[in-house]
């Protein structure tokens, strides 16, 4: 680790100011002995603070749950091992949003309502949103606020609740599969045939910035898509790589993709 790296990493003067503070966070809880975590960090975000911290001992990427998208970066201290994210004292806890199901408020009403109420992006993490209820990660400080004054999402009256970690509620995504050949992975390719748009069309997005490959933006076509990658593109939604088949005899490689609807 070297905090010196900050400048090599960082594109711009905001990932600059957040690396710092990462650094320090952490730098603090390894110097004192002591649990430390941060905000949540999107997948961008976490890869930069990857590459800052490396992989030392004690180290974790922490959302809530196994899938989540949005994690903390927590240090723990060589007495505590990895079950304690999920006990009490968690810096992550899991606040549950029970409302009445013929009002559906949406994952946008949910952030919308949370930002509207002051409180930062960053102090949130997943948002889950079920059919009657909606669970949802924050920041252990920012809880208590959250619970006293957070009471509707949308139209819909809510009543928040904190539940433990392991009780959390995490609907299945609902995707549709596309099955596919493709003459290769390439980035391209698998816009093309997971949006179902022209190939040509899909560089387009691609170059104009707005596509990111697990949570990193890429603008060059020809990037190889590893299995399991998950695609977004804005504006038009998500994807995932979800199966790379062997080459047929006219050489194209069969695939399956998830598009999360």
């Known amino acids: 680790m070297n905090r010196n790296s900050i400048e090599k990493i960082a594109q711009t003067s905001q990932d600059r100011m957040l690396l710092a503070k990462l650094w320090d966070k952490i730098q603090a809880g390894i110097q004192r002995s002591i649990p430390a975590g941060t905000c949540f960090l999107s997948p961008r975000e976490l890869e930069m603070a990857r590459y800052l911290f490396g992989e030392p001992e004690g180290l974790y990427a922490f959302g809530g749950y196994p ?62 949103v079920g059919q009657d209820s909606c669970d949802f990660f924050v920041i252990r400080e920012i809880a208590p606020y959250i619970l006293q004054n957070f009471t509707s999402a949308g139209r819909a009256h809510v009543r928040l609740a904190s539940v433990p970690l392991e009780d959390a509620r995490i609907p299945e995504p609902e995707v ?54 998950k695609i977004s593109v804005r504006g038009l939604g998500k994807i995932r790589l979800d199966t790379v088949g062997n080459r047929t005899k006219k050489d194209r490689i069969p695939v399956i993709i998830q598009r999360y609807v």
């Open 67 to 128: 899938e989540a998208e949005r994690k903390m970066l927590v240090y723990l201290p060589d007495y505590l091992d990895e079950s304690w994210l999920l006990g009490g004292d968690s810096p992550c806890v899991c606040l549950r949003a029970s409302f009445y199901q013929g009002d559906s408020p949406s994952h946008r009403d949910f952030l919308g309502a949370l930002m509207g109420a002051g409180i930062g992006r960053e102090t949130v993490g997943d948002i889950c």
């Open 176 to 229: 549709r599969e596309i099955r596919d050949t493709l003459a290769s992975l390439r980035l391209d390719s698998v816009v093309s045939a997971g949006f179902r748009i022209g190939r040509s069309l899909a560089v387009q997005y691609i170059a104009a910035g707005k596509v990111a490959v697990d949570g990193l933006p890429c603008e060059k076509s020809d990037k190889p898509v590893p299995q399991g990658a």
